[in-house]
């Protein structure tokens, strides 16, 4: 399973982006699929997850700004950004979780600056 990740950029303040990861390869069925970030100088941790019933669950700084969505078809999952900050400057790692193994995309750099 290989996890294309796309999107990333710079973004001002108060801006938008929509992060997407396409798995391609031999695709099992998924646990869960998530967005992770690692800033400058910080620890990677999981921002957006979405489980294969499509419950969500978001990190503090993310809820109400980002919202994480799948496309079962064409094994897409997106992660939608509004009300950028400067601290969500960091490169952004999908996940996946196929229950016995875990697997990351490459990562997409975002920079929110003025």
């Known amino acids: 399973v290989q996890l294309q990740a796309s999107g990333g950029g710079l973004a001002h303040p108060g801006g938008s982006l929509r992060l997407s990861c396409e798995a391609s390869g031999k695709i099992p069925s998924f646990k869960l699929m998530a967005w992770y970030r690692q800033g400058p100088g910080n620890v990677r941790f999981d921002v957006a997850t979405i489980a294969s019933d499509g419950d969500t669950l978001y990190a503090d700084s993310a809820k109400g700004r980002f919202t994480i969505s799948m496309d079962n078809a064409r094994n897409i999952v997106y992660l939608e950004m509004n009300n950028l900050k400067p601290e969500d400057t960091a490169v952004y790692y999908c996940?996946?979780?196929?229950?016995?193994?875990?697997?990351w995309g490459q990562g997409t750099e975002v920079t929110v600056s003025s």
């Open positions: 996940f996946a979780d196929d229950y016995s193994r875990g697997y």
